[in-house]
């Protein structure tokens, strides 16, 4: 009985929604408070609870290696959240939201791990699928990101 206790308010205090991790991922970026904060809310998630989340919690342990000590601790994390991404991609390869973090790392990701190549692919996806998605939040989320993205031409981001 204690030990049901114990595990369901573990899960009120440090679960999150993809609402939540939505509206802070695009901050994640510049803050490791944030990226810690959900590194640590995400790490129960597995690829069959909740794919999109999973994503996400592939793209937070490639921040996490921004901010990690060493070389050995950042290359890891990088990896590690690039493998969670690239299997969430690999389970559903016509998500719009997650070929858009795909993105989002990539582009963001330093020169040396060469994790470049999907860019135009992503681009491509967002690109086709972007008038379909239903979530508004997720479309103003991903819209704001094109618009000021280094990927898309300016004719391109015209169409956001």
Do not use: W
Not at 127 to 139: A, F, Q, T
Request: with cysteine; proline share 2%.
């Amino acid at each position: 009985m204690k030990s049901l206790l114990l595990g369901l308010i573990y899960f009120f205090l440090f679960s999150i929604n993809l609402q939540e991790v939505r509206q802070l991922y695009p901050k994640a970026k510049d803050d490791a408070f944030i990226v810690d904060s959900l590194y640590s809310q995400l790490s129960s998630v597995g690829i069959k609870d909740n794919l999109v989340l999973y994503g996400y919690k592939g793209a937070i342990a490639t921040l996490k290696a921004k901010y990690a000590k060493g070389i050995k601790n950042k290359k890891a994390f990088f990896k590690e959240g690039a493998e969670m991404m690239e299997d969430a991609i690999a389970a559903d390869p016509e998500n719009v939201e997650l070929h858009f973090i795909r993105l989002t790392v990539q582009e963001n990701a330093p020169r040396i791990v060469n994790y470049h190549d999907q860019i135009e692919s992503d681009k491509a996806i967002i690109l086709k699928n972007y008038s379909l998605l239903k979530e508004g939040k997720v479309k103003e989320m991903i819209q704001s990101y094109c618009k000021s993205s280094k990927a898309f031409t300016e004719e391109e981001k015209a169409t956001f």
